[in-house]
């Protein structure tokens, strides 16, 4: 059975003060690994894909990698507009376009 | 580009009336479109995987009758919760796959709030 583990459940960061979140995975055949930052109220909004281990991928102040086992996204100087629920979903080859979501991890960062 | 719409936005109805969510994918035709649900500081759960032109696919626990599925276009799914209660309240999200080979990521809708009376 896939799963998907994230980690922590909630996080609170000064602005500035970097940190990472982890995403830890089982599954079989990983056919790709995403990141999703979600407000509340709204739907998902979609960050980065992951296919490969060793693969990294940024955008501002967000970086993405990703291992066999786990992915970690990195959050450099975060500032007060980044407080969000952080998503990570995996999808396996053998279950079709289905994603296996983790709980998310809620990012709260104060001024 | 890969903007997903949804409408309406939130919904408010009476218990035992019908409620159609409509999901559109506005830049992009989308082979395969997702509905979930998502309960308060809880992650998505997916309930049916819908593919243009065919039935939906429900997840284990999801009621077909009640929750109706139409995928009529390549940018145009819908949701019909019939004879809604309120335990149907929720946070309904959809999510489309755009239709390129070796590409997986899917774009999600802004969701639509159903509060049942």
């Known amino acids: 059975e896939d799963q998907v583990t994230q980690s922590p459940e909630a996080l609170r960061l000064q602005e500035g003060e970097s940190s990472s979140l982890n995403c830890s995975y089982t599954v079989s055949g990983l056919r790709g690994l995403f990141w999703y930052r979600q407000d509340p109220g709204k739907g998902p909004e979609f960050l980065f894909t992951l296919y490969s281990a060793g693969e990294e991928k940024e955008k501002e102040r967000l970086k993405a990698t990703l291992t066999k086992k786990e992915s970690f996204l990195h959050i450099t100087a975060p500032k007060p507009e980044d407080s969000a629920t952080y998503l990570c979903?995996?999808?396996?080859?053998?279950?079709?376009?289905?994603?296996?979501f983790g709980g998310g991890t809620r990012l709260m960062v104060k001024p | 580009g890969a903007v997903v719409s949804q409408h309406p936005s939130w919904v408010i109805c009476k218990s035992g009336t019908s409620v159609k969510i409509e999901c559109r994918s506005l830049d992009f035709q989308a082979t395969t479109m997702f509905w979930y649900r998502q309960f308060p500081k809880q992650s998505l759960m997916l309930m049916a995987t819908?593919?243009?032109?065919?039935?939906?696919?429900?997840e284990q626990g999801v009621e077909k009758d009640k929750f109706l599925i139409n995928h009529a276009s390549l940018t145009l799914s819908t949701l019909t919760v019939t004879s809604a209660h309120p335990e149907d309240s929720s946070f309904y999200i959809c999510s489309a796959r755009i239709g390129l080979a070796n590409t997986y990521e899917q774009y999600f809708g802004p969701g639509t709030r159903l509060t049942v009376t």
């Open positions: 979903a995996v999808q396996a080859g053998h279950a079709g376009n289905m994603l296996t």
């Open positions: 819908s593919n243009e032109g065919s039935k939906a696919t429900y």
